[in-house]
């Protein structure tokens, strides 16, 4: 393996699950994390505010883990494909497509290389199953909005090549506030039989900041425990 290079990190969305577990591996292991999220009135839908902070702020890598996502928890309130607004519809794609595009922007405009890291989701690839949502669905904007991240990664991997590296983990379901019956569900549609750990993600996020993918660009990582697979 090529040697660990520490670095200055934005992580964004970095006070959410997936990003304060990530905000901490990589503190740890000695890298700089600066930190974008709303828990700091950071808005990255504000194109002025997001223009200026990357004008001050330089990184070798940036993870992108913001975006609008309707949780399976006890708040979740019904999204129906014939009842959703179209409102609902376009605050998915503000958040979870133009905004990361903005971001991702203005990294490349303000530093001379890198890499980029996306998250997308299974369900950018595949359609949530009714049978996990009882009478309900999973919000039809956030799939939609997740695929666009797979070809926004993949627009963005080519026409900055070959100064920046644009990758895209498709992580599955993270355990973490969802009831039994519904992480059982989830196992049984799995070949790996369960929900991730969040934990399991840093590896692959590890790689792709790192000198060891640095013929990797373009591309979506899969950590779905096979979900995608069958």
Same mark, same amino acid.
């Given at each position: 393996?090529?040697?660990?290079?520490?670095?200055?990190?934005?992580?964004?969305?970095?006070?959410?699950?997936?990003?304060?577990?990530?905000?901490?591996?990589?503190?740890?292991?000695?890298h700089a994390v600066l930190e974008l $999220?709303?828990?700091?009135?950071?808005?990255?839908?504000?194109?002025?505010?997001?223009?200026? #902070?990357?004008? &001050?702020?330089?990184?070798?890598?940036?993870?992108?883990?913001?975006?609008?996502?309707?949780?399976? $928890?006890?708040?979740?309130?019904?999204?129906?494909? @014939?009842?959703?607004?179209?409102?609902?519809?376009?605050?998915?794609?503000?958040?979870?497509? !133009?905004?990361?595009?903005?971001?991702?922007?203005?990294?490349?405009?303000?530093?001379?290389?890198?890499?980029? !890291?996306?998250?997308?989701?299974?369900?950018? @690839?595949?359609?949530?199953?009714?049978?996990?949502?009882?009478?309900?669905?999973?919000?039809?904007?956030?799939?939609?909005? &997740?695929? +666009? !991240?797979?070809?926004?990664?993949?627009?963005?991997?080519?026409?900055?090549?070959?100064?920046?590296?644009?990758?895209? !983990?498709?992580?599955?379901?993270?355990?973490?506030?969802?009831?039994? @019956?519904?992480?059982?569900?989830?196992?049984?549609?799995?070949?790996?039989?369960?929900? @991730?750990?969040?934990?399991?993600?840093?590896?692959?996020?590890?790689?792709?900041?790192?000198?060891?993918?640095?013929?990797?660009? +373009?591309?979506?990582?899969?950590?779905?425990?096979? #979900?995608?697979? #069958?």
């Open positions: 393996n090529k040697k660990v290079k520490y670095m200055n990190v934005i992580v964004t969305g970095s006070k959410g699950l997936i990003g304060s577990a990530v905000t901490e591996h990589l503190t740890v292991n000695g $999220d709303l828990y700091y009135n950071h808005d990255l839908t504000n194109e002025d505010f997001v223009k200026s #902070w990357f004008s &001050k702020n330089k990184a070798s890598a940036l993870i992108n883990l913001f975006a609008l996502n309707d949780h399976v $928890d006890a708040a979740r309130t019904s999204n129906r494909l @014939m009842d959703i607004s179209l409102k609902s519809f376009e605050k998915y794609l503000q958040i979870n497509l !133009v905004a990361l595009f903005s971001v991702c922007r203005e990294f490349a405009r303000n530093n001379d290389s890198g890499s980029i !890291v996306n998250f997308t989701s299974t369900y950018g @690839m595949v359609s949530p199953l009714p049978g996990l949502y009882d009478n309900d669905e999973k919000h039809i904007a956030y799939g939609v909005s &997740k695929a +666009g !991240v797979i070809q926004l990664t993949r627009h963005l991997a080519v026409h900055l090549a070959p100064k920046f590296r644009v990758n895209c !983990v498709a992580p599955g379901g993270v355990r973490h506030n969802q009831d039994d @019956m519904f992480q059982s569900r989830y196992g049984a549609y799995t070949p790996l039989g369960r929900m @991730m750990e969040v934990g399991e993600l840093l590896g692959v996020i590890d790689l792709l900041i790192s000198n060891n993918s640095s013929y990797c660009t +373009g591309s979506v990582y899969n950590v779905d425990g096979g #979900w995608t697979a #069958w």
